[in-house]
């Protein structure tokens, strides 16, 4: 069974500073894997998806590295800004021959950008 | 209405209420969901239906009964819930065949069971 752990749980840092989110997976099979943004109380926006057979996607000041092998993925915000605050949530998704799709999501790490 | 929407957006029920929770996409797409967000949780899968046809129940209780009359809508129907049933509930849709198969959420409805 999937699991997906993100590290860490939660995240203070001041405006400016470049982060990391790290999201792990226990197997590697996987269709592809895709980064939310979720604020208080609200539904999940899509930030950005990597399919298996790529390596990194990017939009604007995020950047999200997959490495199938090792099970790891990483979500890098550059130049954070207060309007970052917000959990962010890693999903991946089983291979499309396992007969289903359904994603496997980790428990968001909870990133606060204070000015 | 774009995208996902979700109504209503905060509930509250006392445990012998029956309420239900509707779900509507705008996006032409043909798999709809619910999933339950507890505080502290990850996303907990509940239902899945694929043109109208469920194809995923998760051992969830009998007290949450879904329905789809048709690929842009989906209800949850809730009746004798528990206090432990107070959640964020929260709809995604997503095309079966597309080939990402990224599922777009809603708002989710705030459920506060007293």
């Known amino acids: 069974k999937q699991e997906v752990t993100q590290i860490p749980a939660a995240l203070s840092v001041p405006e400016g500073e470049n982060l990391v989110l790290n999201c792990s997976f226990t197997?590697?099979?996987?269709?592809?894997l895709q980064w939310f943004r979720q604020d208080p109380g609200k539904g999940l926006t899509s930030l950005l998806l990597i399919q298996s057979s790529q390596r990194e996607q990017t939009s604007g000041r995020l950047n999200a590295s997959l490495d199938k092998s090792s099970g790891r993925s990483t979500l890098y915000i550059a130049a954070s800004q207060p309007g970052d605050s917000a959990t962010y949530l890693c999903a991946v998704r089983p291979p499309a021959w396992g007969g289903s799709y359904i994603p496997t999501f980790g428990r968001g790490t909870s990133l606060i950008v204070h000015p | 209405e774009t995208g996902v929407t979700q109504t209503p957006r905060h509930l509250v029920m006392g445990m012998t209420n029956k309420k239900s929770l509707k779900c509507e996409q705008h996006l032409g797409h043909n798999a709809m969901y619910w999933y339950k967000q507890s505080a502290k949780k990850p996303l907990e899968l509940m239902f899945v239906?694929?043109?109208?046809?469920?194809?995923e129940n998760n051992s969830v209780p009998s007290r949450f009964s879904p329905e789809c009359p048709n690929s842009s809508h989906l209800f949850l129907h809730l009746h004798t819930l528990q206090p432990e049933d107070s959640a964020l509930y929260l709809c995604?849709?997503?095309?079966?065949?597309?080939?990402?198969?990224?599922?777009?959420f809603g708002p989710g409805t705030r459920l506060t069971v007293t």
């Open positions: 239906y694929n043109f109208k046809e469920q194809t």
């Open positions: 995604a849709s997503s095309q079966v065949f597309d080939r990402t198969y990224e599922q777009y």
């Open positions: 197997d590697s099979a996987i269709y592809n």
